[in-house]
Each structure stands twice: as C-alpha cells, then as structure tokens.
C-alpha cells in the first residue's frame, strides 16, 4: 500500500511542478507571443489559468506525503541515520518545513490569482509564485534523491 501511494505522490509531484514551472516562467518571463519554439511556448501560457490546479495539486501531494511519512520515518530515516548521511537527512527536514511553509501560503495565493486579476498585486503574484516553485522544486528534488539513497521495500 505504502509503494502504491508513494508512486500516486510522485505523479502528483510531477504534475505539480510542470503547473508551477509553467505559471512562474510565464509570469517572470512572459513571451510576446507563440512563435514555435519550446521554451517560448511553454512561457506563452494564460498564468492565472494553473491556480486552481497548483493549489489542489499541492494540497493532495502533501497529504499523501503526510500518509506516506511514517514509513519514511521508521523504514528510511533510521538507515540515513546509521549510514550518517545527515545532509540527506538534513534536507528532508527541509523539506517538510517548506512544504509546511507553502500550505500557508496557499490562501494568500489563491487571494492574490483570483481574477479579475488586479495589476498592482503582480509583483505579489510573482514573488508567491516563485517562493511556490521553489519549494515544489526543492520537494521534488530531495524526494526524488531520498528515494534513490533508500526508496521503500529494500
């Protein structure tokens, strides 16, 4: 059960970081408009239109990280432990901090994207989203890695 949903939480987190990854660079890196090329195509996306999804999606990838965590505390926390890999360790307590962090931001950016979206709250939305994007980067990048040092069932 555990491996089930720890797979059901990685794709939940990929689909996370593509919304997030898409909405931060089109806000902090607009395109004009489509031209053909990849990296212009994925700036050239409404923003406004990933709120709903990145708000859901982060809330249902912490939850089942939330289920999922204790087999992470007694399965591979202990291993890293004896192994003294405490930067591993170290980052995922990180981890949860931010991701704790990101959940209460979650209001403040939902008040900020809803539409009509005002013009003077941009630098808002932009700061929100990055500080969102960083840490579902960091999340996905420090799961990921603790996954491979010790993923479940070895």
Do not use: C
């Amino acid at each position: 059960m555990t491996t089930t949903l720890l797979i059901v939480h990685g794709l939940m987190a990929v689909a996370l970081l593509g919304a997030v990854t898409h909405q931060t660079l089109s806000v902090w890196w607009p395109a004009g408009k489509r031209s053909g090329s990849f990296f212009n195509n994925m700036r050239a996306v409404s923003s406004a239109s990933y709120t709903n999804a990145i708000i859901v999606l982060f809330v249902i990838t912490a939850s089942i990280g939330a289920v999922i965590y204790p087999a992470y505390r007694l399965g591979v926390r202990i291993v890293l432990e004896d192994y003294r890999m405490f930067f591993a360790n170290g980052s995922f307590e990180l981890k949860e901090h931010f991701v704790t962090v990101g959940l209460g931001l979650l209001p403040a950016y939902w008040y900020f994207w809803r539409r009509p979206l005002e013009p003077r709250f941009a630098g808002t939305r932009a700061a929100l989203t990055a500080m969102l994007a960083f840490i579902v980067w960091w999340s996905f990048i420090v799961g990921h890695i603790l996954n491979n040092i010790r993923g479940f069932g070895s």
